[in-house]
């Protein structure tokens, strides 16, 4: 007899994205999307169970499952693919759940890799029953049951197009349907979209979306530290393009102080985003990292990527911007894009930048440009050729739903992958990664002495920083 429950899975991957040791398996990446569909079907009654595949082997998730009867419902399950590099695990999985219990339905959904292309990712993943697009939080208690299939817009097996719109109120997320939750820093997500147009941006044509108020934000936070029955919770505020005004800063502020609250938390954002005014407003009320989309400090670079029609402006607010985060006390790790047409000339640009505010970076995460097939055209691929770049792999856009790129005559694949490691360990300590790293996605209470001892397992070669205090590296095995 099938149970009445609906499982969630937010699938793993293989191996990690970049350089596979086991620090690298020591991540936790909170899939707060689908967390919030599963807590909206769990406010209406249903008895939801989320689990992550993490780097578990998708067989070891599939016999786990199955041991503690979650397999066995009358539900469809809900696969979401939120990466690219997760799709070879999900392939393997929805194969092993087919063998397993072949009558099962699965529901998948990963707006980021599969845009509106059912067809394709049923080519990789024939098992899958329903692909469903965009959002979702209108249309989840309907994708349960299979009749009403036939009604719904914007899935697979619709004739109809249209996208669903954004939900008034951003899902309050329970925790308590997490599997192994205590692991997990929570996330708050304050607003979607983003709209600036850089041209390597998922989100660069969707519109930014209102900002959470700050009375729900705050009861958020409340929220999540009843659920983790704890004060010490460090949340991401998750949004694309953090912009808060002043007096949405000052008001959270205010309110941050009356409940007492004396927790710290992040974000993600934009050199042009925050005046110094605000700034001080949120770090005053626990704001303590900041992932900054900085890209480059090359002119050229810059607009190449359209990240600025004024590089020089932006440049100086961009400088502006970490003096005053050193100011406050906010740490700031600073993302950088290697984009086609990259050359060592402008890398070097970027570099002497970078040297020069060296005192005002807590980190830096560096990469190049990663094509993925669920929005790139045609026309856009002809602009990173018409840069210099050129495509590693004729097929891989296809058959893995990413391509890398050599970016230039001067810095291909390879090179541009030992650049990158090249500059993160010029400007961030073991300790400043561990900071960054441990505030966010290792486990939570993960200490920096068990830190020490992965890093015993690891060729220090291949880390994205410097360790700075020599230890001997145990090898392993070959």
């Known amino acids: 007899m099938c149970n009445r429950h609906v499982l969630f899975i937010s699938a793993g991957m293989l191996r990690p994205k970049k350089t596979d040791h086991p620090l690298a398996r020591l991540h936790l990446y909170l899939n707060y999307g689908l967390l919030g569909l599963a807590s909206s079907l769990n406010d209406k009654g249903y008895d939801v169970r989320l689990t992550h595949g993490q780097f578990i082997p998708p067989s070891e998730v599939v016999r786990s499952l199955t041991r503690r009867g979650w397999l066995n419902t009358e539900f469809p399950i809900f696969l979401s693919i939120p990466s690219s590099y997760a799709i070879a695990w999900s392939k393997e999985f929805c194969r092993l759940v087919k063998e397993e219990v072949h009558d099962l339905k699965i529901v998948v959904g990963g707006r980021w890799v599969i845009g509106t292309d059912g067809p394709w990712i049923k080519s990789l993943i024939p098992e899958i029953d329903l692909v469903v697009y965009g959002t979702a939080e209108r249309r989840v208690e309907d994708l349960l049951y299979q009749d009403r299939w036939s009604s719904l817009s914007f899935v697979s097996s619709s004739s109809t197009s249209v996208p669903e719109a954004f939900i008034n109120n951003l899902p309050d997320l329970n925790y308590q349907i997490l599997d192994n939750c205590d692991s997990y820093q929570p996330s708050i997500e304050v607003s979607r979209g983003c709209g600036m147009g850089c ?14 108020s700050p009375n729900r934000i705050i009861s958020k936070i409340i929220k999540c ?3 983790y029955n704890s004060v010490d919770i460090r949340p991401y ?4 393009y953090f912009r808060p005004s002043h007096k949405w800063a000052t008001e959270f502020a205010t309110l941050y102080r009356r409940h007492d609250l004396d927790i710290k938390w ?12 605000t700034l001080e407003a949120l770090a ?11 890209e480059s400090a090359s002119s050229r670079q810059l607009r190449a990527m359209n990240k600025t029609t004024s590089p020089g402006t932006y440049l100086k607010r961009a400088s502006t911007f970490l003096n005053e985060c050193r100011k406050v006390g906010v740490w700031v790790k600073v993302n950088i894009l290697m984009y086609p047409g990259e050359g060592l000339d402008s890398l070097g640009e970027t570099r002497e930048w970078l040297s020069t505010h060296a005192e005002c970076i807590k980190g830096l995460s560096v990469g190049p440009l990663v094509i993925y097939r669920f929005d790139k055209s045609r026309k856009y691929l002809d602009s990173l050729t018409a840069l210099g770049a050129a495509l590693v792999g004729g097929d891989s856009l296809d058959k893995e739903g990413f391509a890398n790129l050599h970016l230039s005559r001067a810095i291909d694949h390879e090179t541009a992958e030992h650049l990158s490691t090249e500059i993160c360990q010029d400007f961030m300590t073991d300790e400043d990664y561990f900071d960054l790293k441990g505030f966010s996605y290792l486990p939570r209470g993960y200490s920096f002495k068990q830190f020490q001892e992965v890093l015993s397992l690891v060729n220090h070669s291949t880390l994205p920083f410097k360790i700075s205090l020599p230890f001997t590296t145990v090898l392993p095995k070959q």
């Open 199 to 212: 041209s390597f941006c998922a989100e660069k044509d969707v519109a930014l979306t209102q900002i959470e």
């Open 225 to 227: 530290q009843e659920q």
């Open 237 to 240: 505020f998750e949004a694309s």
């Open 266 to 277: 992040r974000c993600e954002s934009r050199v042009d985003a925050l005046s110094p005014g």
């Open 284 to 294: 005053g009320a626990g704001l303590k990292i900041i992932d900054l989309g900085l």
